[in-house]
């Protein structure tokens, strides 16, 4: 299979990219399976109920959530009912809506993806790696589950390298999110598992970290308050990577970036036969 993770979408730039350039990637790469960050999608804080609908019906088939889930008031009311729509698994018990959803791609493969947040310089929620096991204990790779992606939401890198190695051979994928910047590490594991420290963000790269620069660069020069943080508005960049899995393990055969538009280099996979069969 063919599996398409997109990095933290960020405002209007992020959405732009992702719904202009979705249906081609998923024809270009044959792509069975997307998911997509979106805690960031409604003006760089949170998601919306008509905003997730459109990035669904433009090819988003789950998409994942970190620390700002919750930004948008009305994402309590809608969560629930949208199976789609994940927040973290490791929230405390009685959360609304789900950390982790097994879906079934139009080939009748079963996908499950796992949402999680890390604890370093974050919000201090349950164990993670505790929430993973107990998870891992129901869904077994190339058993109930023809593919597994984890979302590691988190500040450290430290936090999800270990993360990794400790689901390595039991997941397809752990991709990082929430630093909003793509890192180069991507890597199959010792054991099989797809890995990449933080998969970027799908935003306008002439930011800081998504957002318009003056305020930014005033709280760390100026150390004074200023106003709410907005999205810059410009080209985007849509970030994301490409895992190709063995349909008779689950386990990852290769992992490359996917970069189109904006101000990164471009990264374009090949598709070969074995990933289109």
Same mark, same amino acid.
């Given at each position: 299979?063919?599996?398409?993770?997109?990095?933290?979408?960020? =405002?209007?730039?992020?959405r732009d990219?992702?719904?202009?350039?979705?249906?081609?990637?998923r024809?270009?790469?044959?792509?069975d399976?997307v998911?997509?960050?979106? #805690?960031n999608?409604?003006g760089?804080?949170?998601?919306?109920?008509?905003l997730c609908?459109? /990035?669904?019906a433009?090819?988003v088939?789950?998409?994942?959530t970190?620390?700002?889930?919750?930004?948008?008031?009305?994402?309590?009311?809608?969560? =629930?009912?949208?199976?789609r729509? /994940?927040?973290?698994?490791?929230f405390p018990?009685?959360?609304?809506?789900?950390?982790?959803?097994?879906?079934?791609?139009?080939?009748?493969?079963?996908?499950?993806?796992a949402?999680?947040?890390g604890?370093?310089?974050?919000?201090?929620?349950?164990d993670p790696?505790a929430a993973?096991?107990?998870?891992l204990?129901t869904?077994?790779?190339?058993?109930?589950?023809d593919?597994?992606?984890?979302?590691f939401?988190? #500040?450290?890198?430290?936090?999800?390298?270990?993360? =990794?190695?400790?689901?390595?051979?039991?997941a397809?994928?752990v991709?990082g999110?929430h630093?909003h910047?793509?890192t180069?590490?991507?890597?199959?594991?010792e054991?099989?598992?797809?890995?990449?420290?933080?998969?970027?963000m799908?935003?306008?790269?002439?930011?800081?970290?998504?957002? #318009?620069?003056?305020a930014p660069v005033l709280?760390?020069t100026?150390?004074?308050p200023?106003?709410r943080l907005?999205?810059?508005?410009?080209?985007?960049?849509?970030?994301?990577?490409?895992v #190709?899995?063995?349909?008779?393990t689950?386990l990852?055969?290769?992992i490359?970036?996917?970069?189109?538009?904006?101000?990164?280099?471009a990264?374009m996979?090949?598709?070969?036969?074995a990933?289109?069969?």
């Open positions: 299979m063919n599996l398409l993770f997109l990095g933290d979408l960020v =405002g209007r730039a992020g990219v992702v719904v202009e350039n979705l249906p081609q990637l024809r270009i790469l044959s792509l399976f998911v997509a960050n979106v #805690e999608a409604a760089g804080f949170g998601i919306t109920q008509k609908a459109d /990035l669904f433009h090819g088939d789950c998409a994942t970190g620390n700002h889930v919750w930004d948008q008031k009305e994402t309590v009311g809608f969560i =629930g009912s949208e199976p729509l /994940l927040r973290p698994l490791n018990m009685g959360t609304p809506g789900k950390g982790a959803g097994l879906f079934q791609t139009s080939r009748g493969k079963k996908i499950l993806v949402n999680l947040m604890r370093l310089f974050m919000d201090p929620l349950d790696f993973a096991e107990a998870l204990k869904y077994r790779l190339g058993g109930n589950a593919a597994i992606l984890f979302d939401h988190a #500040e450290a890198t430290s936090e999800k390298m270990a993360f =990794g190695h400790f689901v390595d051979g039991r397809s994928f991709v999110t630093t910047v793509p180069a590490d991507h890597m199959i594991l054991k099989g598992t797809a890995y990449q420290s933080d998969a970027g799908c935003g306008d790269y002439d930011s800081v970290i998504g957002m #318009e620069k003056t709280r760390f100026k150390k004074l200023t106003e907005s999205p810059a508005n410009g080209a985007g960049t849509l970030c994301g990577v490409l #190709e899995t063995d349909d008779s689950g990852a055969r290769r490359e970036p996917v970069r189109v538009g904006g101000k990164l280099s990264a996979p090949k598709v070969t036969e990933a289109i069969g």
